[in-house]
């Protein structure tokens, strides 16, 4: 189940070009072990694995630079707890992850539509259990080429 996720992790990448000929994409993920330290006030996702400029590692907030229709993609694993994470567009709820039983994973692929200097990132909704476990922990972005 677990490589499952992974794979769709790796195919949504792979479905759109992210390489320099698309105009904004990032892929980011956590570093391997437990994270505890990188997930308030949103989570940090500070391994970039396809950097864009719009996207903060530092903070975890992906910036809008070119007005879309972005696929947004969030994939998340506590570990040993149940856990929530929420997918925020500038000051509003958009989509919550849970995950429930040990080393359960949950994703959220959505379509948004984001003008130039909407934000989003992913925050941690359960203060019960701030702990996401290693890099299958991901958070991406790609604009769908308009023509």
């Not at 990188?38 to 070119?66: H, M, R, W």
Request: a negative charge; aromatic letters at 14%; charged letters at 10%.
């Amino acid at each position: 189940m677990t490589m499952m996720h992974v794979f769709t992790c790796f195919l949504f990448v792979l479905m759109f070009d992210t390489s320099e000929q698309c105009e904004a994409s990032f892929t980011a993920t956590l570093p391997g072990g437990y994270n505890t330290n990188n997930l308030k006030p949103c989570v940090q996702y500070n391994q970039v694995l396809c950097p864009d400029d719009g996207y903060n590692s530092t903070t975890g907030v992906f910036t809008a630079e070119i007005n879309g229709t972005y696929i947004v993609s969030v994939t998340m694993m506590t570990g040993l707890v149940a856990g929530h994470t929420n997918l925020w567009k500038n000051d509003e709820l958009y989509v919550w992850l849970y995950t429930g039983n040990q080393y359960d994973m949950a994703t959220q692929v959505v379509c948004m539509d984001l003008v130039e200097g909407d934000r989003i990132w992913v925050i941690m909704a359960n203060a019960a259990s701030y702990t996401l476990f290693d890099v299958y922990n991901t958070f991406s972005a790609v604009l769908v080429p308009s023509e």
